[in-house]
């Protein structure tokens, strides 16, 4: 039973992790290519909240079955 | 439930179990919910569930009540208020809520033009549709989670989930029905082309039929399924948290000042994932129906 609030934290720790990397060299990107366009900037903005909200997904799902595994099925 | 002493984790289950309408078997035994006794029924019984296990033994005869009610309802909302004041809206300058309307109409608009490269008009109101309803039905978790199951437990309605989009099978049947008008368009638009796409991309060469095949129709399927899931695990991540952070309000004065401000700073980004996940669910709506008018 114990097991379950380790496979959580795994579960949130590296979708966390993985989601981090995403949306940072996402921004990245996004500061570069607006630096380099200034024109483009609200157009990639756009594009940008649309990738973000997609990464954003996987560790949000993660973090909601994890709270469901720890508060409910462990409780 | 009345009677019964409230734990954690029976609150946050009869916060996630919806309210089911179905047949149950004959020869079920149940617990009569007015006079408390132990009943075997005689016949199969068409009757509301109280409890997740009532609706398991009613199995596929069954339908969420309050998800329909609430998404139908939602969806009169937009319709009538998109109506309202549409009949208003004149080629003057616009005022108030004309000019909300006429702000999201053009955000719409705008972003079909620049996705949909297809002819097709029934594009733009469908994705206006599809925007409006999912952020509707999304917006009902930023209501204080206790506040209608409780007014309905006193009306006598076991349960109520009023979050349409926390239930998957609001969201999947969205996603199903994207599904059928990808399969249609595809059909309609490049005929005898689609087939050829299914077998011979992305390796052009008659051996690889089967294996272009088999890739193409399971990327075909998991589009539909991730864009379903996807609406239904953020909403359903969301509203548990929210439930999580309204049973700390158990915990004690210190607990009940953290909790609220914890539910405010989660409301708080939630408008924003709620609105997120609105427009990626409109704009991959859009870019399947685009990948659909591709005729090359």
Known sequence: MELIFVAAAIMMGLGGLGAAIGVGLLGGKLIEGSARQPELAPRLQGTFFLAAGLVDAIPIIGVGIAMYLIFVVAA | ?296
């Not at chain 2, 309307?101 to 599809?130: C, S, W, Y």
């Not at chain 2, 999947?172 to 059928?180: E, P």
């Not at chain 2, 399924?225 to 309000?249: K, T, W």
């Not at chain 2, 708080?268 to 704009?283: E, S």
Request: proline content about 4%; charged content about 15%.
């Open chain 2, 1 to 296: 439930m009345a009677g019964d002493t409230l734990t954690v984790k029976g609150y946050i289950q009869h916060h996630l179990t919806n309210l089911t309408y179905g047949k149950l078997p004959a020869g079920y035994e149940r617990v009569d919910y007015e006079t408390g006794e132990q009943i075997v029924l005689t016949e199969d019984t068409w009757t509301f569930a109280h409890g997740g296990e009532e609706a398991a033994a009613m199995g596929f005869n069954a339908v969420h009540v309050d998800s329909l009610a609430w998404s139908f309802g939602l969806g009169l909302v937009f319709c009538w208020l998109f109506r309202r004041v549409a009949v208003k809206a004149s080629s003057g300058v616009p005022a108030g809520m004309v000019n909300f309307f006429e702000i999201i109409v053009e955000f719409v608009d705008q972003n079909v033009k620049d996705i949909f490269h297809g002819r097709n008009p029934l594009v733009a109101p469908m994705a206006l549709t599809v925007f409006v309803w999912v952020f509707l039905m999304n917006l009902m978790d930023l209501v204080p989670v206790d506040v209608v199951p409780e007014l309905m437990l006193l009306l006598g309605v076991p349960y109520q989930k009023i979050v349409p989009s926390t239930d998957p099978n609001i969201t999947l049947g969205m996603a199903v029905g994207v599904f059928f008008l990808m399969l249609y368009y595809n059909i309609k638009v490049k005929g005898f082309g689609f087939v050829k796409e299914l077998t011979l991309t992305p390796f052009k060469h008659p051996v690889f039929i089967p294996l272009n095949l088999f890739m193409e129709v399971v990327g075909f399927l998991a589009k539909p399924f991730s864009l379903g899931l996807r609406l239904f695990g953020n909403m359903y991540a969301g509203e548990m948290i929210f439930i999580l952070i309204a049973a700390l309000f158990s915990g004690g004065i210190g607990w009940m000042l953290a909790a609220g401000l914890m539910q405010i700073g989660w409301a708080i980004f939630h408008i924003l994932v709620i609105t997120l996940q609105a427009f990626i669910f409109m704009v991959l709506t859009i870019v399947y129906l685009s990948q659909a008018h591709e005729d090359h």
